[in-house]
């Protein structure tokens, strides 16, 4: 009997084996290691990653140069879609959910399908694209916007890699990894010669460009390529988030960001989001930063939905968390809608979001305790957990017998969500002029702290309801006006939403967001025909259209939230601020 309990035991423990089947995750399990705008095509000759579930063992494998098209039992295949033709991939690395490999140069371009096979069972096959080129840069999570991974040669010395206390200076030169340039002679599971393999090609730093002194495979990293520059001595963007591209005639690669300084001792690049040098000196050592973000929020909602009338909605609101960012987030945050438009907090900038599956930011809301709020009117309350049990922090403000939505978060700067259910008719007004204070009793994570800000009576949209802003012609200039200030340096925002077909792409759909910045003392925002004519048209009740006023304190003079920490020290700099909004539905002409 002992013996029989045993053979099942072993005949279980192969069928769990043989059930092992390697999963390639669908849509986005092969892609390119760099970021570009297709991440599923993949370069002659280029590194690229297969991610998915048993797709090797659970310790990672690493080969050795030359690498072999198997690696412990696991290979990667790409099968032309006419079944003409199979290419074995170089493998670099594989673990159980992620493989690092090189597509051969002799593959042919076109469309295939991608396998892997590990101790025998093959996978189900996903959809993949090889081209002659597709050159990005490489990035700390390969996403678009992300920080780019160079590194800094130093005069005899080991170069080092570029980072927030080792930012890019006057006279340097520099290597930005990339990949994707395409075909070489030579093996590609081998060390590459040191061959310029374009001529002519620049780096565009902060939209300045700089001559590339060599682009070509990277001598040190099969299948990688590597972009030499030298920084000039002036005329560039600095920051901590400069973007940096490669132009080949007239294609460029999509966006990495990189820290620049001005100077050649300057010790750290300036972050717009405020950070310390301990906080930066942090992230480049691989740790966290905790940063928090309240702000108070009045937002007027005036839509119509068909077949159910207009509304007209006001919701009134207090919200905000402390989080906790390593360098990888930091980086998504910054790329996102949420938090890009810090960056570049002057004139008009457009964004676009394809419908592809977005990237979800890795950010940790951190334990601050109990919270509360106190202002105009006898405002005393506890602001709870938003939701329950979770570190996110949010309050109703409307008065009762009010129409807004109870606990919709605000984000100062960027446009509430339309359509969003609701009643009819004006509430009076819960956020008032005056003084209000933030405190905290002290959580897990986040120390005892107390900060006020000063809330002013807003502006007042005057041209809100002209036909300009109901039917907006994208071939003309629109402007919005407004009455009132503020409180000195406060900022008055334009924002404009759409989604449909792209104007120059009909094929492609899209959503897209122009934003546009003043100080509140100009009265005047002038969004030019050029931001305009990329806004989708719209072509049918689904295409929703909206253009929003939004007044905020400015970078000068919003309130510094910083708090101690449990464990020592005290978090980054963030902000208690206001947002005063109001949107309304308008088609785009």
């Known amino acids: 009997m002992r013996q029989f309990s045993l053979l099942l035991a072993i005949l279980a423990l192969c069928a769990t084996l043989v059930a092992a089947k390697p999963q390639i995750t669908e849509k986005t399990g092969v892609r390119n290691l760099t970021a570009v705008s297709e991440p599923g095509t993949i370069a002659r000759g280029s590194v690229f990653t297969v991610t998915g579930k048993e797709l090797g063992p659970v310790e990672a494998l690493k080969a050795d140069v030359p690498y072999g098209q198997d690696l412990g039992g696991i290979s990667v295949a790409f099968t032309a879609a006419d079944g003409s033709a199979v290419v074995a991939a170089y493998i670099v690395s594989a673990s159980a959910t992620r493989i690092v490999a090189i597509l051969p140069s002799n593959s042919t371009a076109g469309d295939y399908k991608v396998t892997v096979t590990y101790n025998g069972e093959a996978s189900e096959p996903v959809n993949a694209k090889i081209a002659d080129r597709n050159l990005g840069i490489l990035t700390v999570d390969g996403q678009v916007g992300s920080g780019a991974i160079a590194r800094i040669r130093v005069p005899d010395a080991d170069a080092v890699a570029a980072g927030f206390l080792q930012p890019l200076r006057p006279g340097q030169t520099v290597d930005v990894e990339a990949a994707g340039l395409g075909y070489i002679e030579t093996p590609d599971n081998e060390l590459a010669p040191e061959v310029n393999m374009v001529e002519g090609a620049l ?117 905000g968390s402390f989080d906790r960012y390593n360098a990888v987030s930091l980086w998504q945050y910054m790329g996102s809608n949420s938090g890009a438009w810090i960056v570049n907090p002057v004139g008009c900038t457009l964004w676009t979001a394809t419908e592809t599956d977005p990237v979800g930011l890795t950010v940790e809301a951190v334990d601050a305790g109990e919270l509360n709020i106190k202002g105009p009117g006898g405002l005393d309350k506890a602001i709870p957990r938003m939701p329950a049990g979770s570190n996110t922090y949010s309050l109703d403000l409307a008065p009762a017998g009010g129409t807004g939505i109870p606990g919709l978060p605000t984000i100062p700067g960027l446009p509430s969500i339309p359509g969003l259910p609701g009643g009819g008719g004006a509430a009076a007004s819960g956020v008032q002029k005056g003084t209000y204070t933030l405190t905290g009793k002290g959580g897990k994570v986040v120390g005892a702290f107390a900060v006020s800000t000063n809330l002013p009576d807003p502006i007042v949209w005057t041209n809100k309801d002209d036909a300009s802003m109901t039917n907006i012609d994208r071939g003309a200039s629109l402007s919005f006006l407004w009455t009132g200030v503020g409180n000195p340096g406060d900022m008055a925002t334009a924002i404009g939403t759409s989604s449909g077909p792209a104007p120059e792409n009909s094929a492609v759909k899209v959503n897209r967001i122009f934003i546009c910045f003043a100080p509140t003392a100009e009265r005047r925002i002038v969004v030019p025909s050029s931001i305009l004519q990329q806004m989708p048209a719209s072509l049918d009740k689904d295409s929703i259209g909206t253009v929003m006023l939004q007044h905020t304190s400015g970078e000068s003079n919003t309130t510094k939230l910083v708090a101690p920490l449990v464990d020592g020290g005290n978090t980054e700099p963030g902000t208690f601020s206001f947002s005063f909004g109001t949107m309304k539905q308008t088609t785009f002409k």
């Open 203 to 319: 780096v565009v730093l902060g939209g300045v460009e700089i001559p590339i002194t060599y682009l070509g495979r990277n001598p040190q990293k099969p299948g990688y390529d590597r972009a030499t520059f030298v920084v000039p001595e002036s005329g560039f963007a600095v920051g901590c988030t400069v973007t940096i591209q490669i132009k080949i005639g007239d294609m460029m690669t999509a966006k990495g960001s990189i820290p620049v300084v001005a100077t050649a001792d300057a010790p750290a690049c300036v972050h717009p989001l405020g950070l310390t040098p301990e906080g930066l000196r942090s992230l480049d050592a691989g740790g966290t930063v905790t940063r928090g973000s309240f702000g108070i929020g009045q937002q007027a909602i005036s839509i119509s939905v068909p077949d159910f009338g207009s509304f007209d909605m006001k919701t009134e609101s207090i919200s």
